[in-house]
């Protein structure tokens, strides 16, 4: 399977930067799937500017309701409506800065898909909890609860504090919590949880893609400062293997 390269532009980016952008996209010829989630405000026009490119667009959140008095918030049907085809969920953000549990992703994850979005949902420890000998059990529980049944998207394995640090965990370290997590999929979804595509996140760079897109169980990236500028991006989309 191709690897996805996904971009997180968080709370970053303007109507300006878009055409720049989207024209390098444009003129890449990529191996791998591309997927740029960047704020709301910009999903529409950029999936314009990117149409036919055969470059994804995604949310960063959703509710987990159809619709409602939920101000400030935005629905899946919403953004898919805007052209996204992709959401992240239960990015570490959004649980510690919003407080969202594993159970509110569940629901957010099966309101993404009911609206056909793709979710992608993120998990991962803290540094306390890995120094403490708890980031498998950690994840594996984050997966037994953000997941709603029958899930059928993308996971991104993003430890917290290898998240914008510029450090990462060692490669050993990246394949026995991959090796977890497929573990945990297959236990909770059966054959379907052989498939699904598990992205490595926390400071991917040009200069580090290639040994970690390299390891087994690997199915991608999950990118967030290095997709701010297209030629990083797509640095690290060119050092994925062929799939
Ligand atoms: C992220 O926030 O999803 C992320 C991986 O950020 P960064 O690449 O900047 O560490």
Redesign the pocket.
């Known amino acids: 399977m191709r690897q996805l390269i996904a971009g997180?532009w968080?709370m970053h980016g303007r109507l300006a930067d878009i055409p720049a952008y989207a024209a390098a996209l444009r003129a890449a010829s990529a191996h791998t799937d591309l997927l740029i989630c960047p704020p709301f405000t910009l999903i529409e026009r950029l999936a314009a500017a990117l149409a036919g490119a055969g470059v994804g667009v995604g949310g960063q959140d959703c509710h987990g309701a159809a619709q409602g008095a939920h101000t400030g918030d935005v629905a899946a049907a919403m953004l898919a409506e805007a052209g996204a085809s992709f959401v992240?969920l239960g990015?570490?953000?959004r649980r510690h800065d919003h407080g969202e549990t594993s159970a509110t992703v569940a629901g957010k994850a099966q309101a993404a898909i009911a609206a056909g979005l793709t979710p992608i949902i993120?998990v991962g420890e803290t540094e306390a909890e890995r120094d403490a000998g708890e980031a498998e059990h950690v994840v594996r529980s984050q997966l037994a609860h953000s997941l709603p049944a029958g899930f059928a998207g993308v996971i991104?394995y993003?430890p917290v504090w290898?998240?914008?640090?510029?450090r990462t965990p060692t490669e050993a370290d990246v394949v026995a919590m991959h090796g977890a997590i497929r573990a945990a999929l297959v236990e909770k979804l059966g054959e379907a949880g052989k498939g699904l595509r598990i992205l490595y996140?926390?400071?991917?760079?040009p200069g580090n893609a290639a040994s970690l897109l390299s390891l087994p169980e690997v199915g991608g990236?999950?990118?967030?400062?290095?997709?701010l500028k297209a030629e990083d991006l797509l640095a690290i989309a060119a050092a994925a293997p062929r799939g």
């Not at 996140?201 to 760079?205: E, I, N, P, R, T």
């Open positions: 997180n968080k992240i990015h570490s953000e993120c991104a993003e290898a998240i914008g640090t510029g996140g926390g400071s991917v760079k990236a999950l990118v967030g400062g290095a997709s």
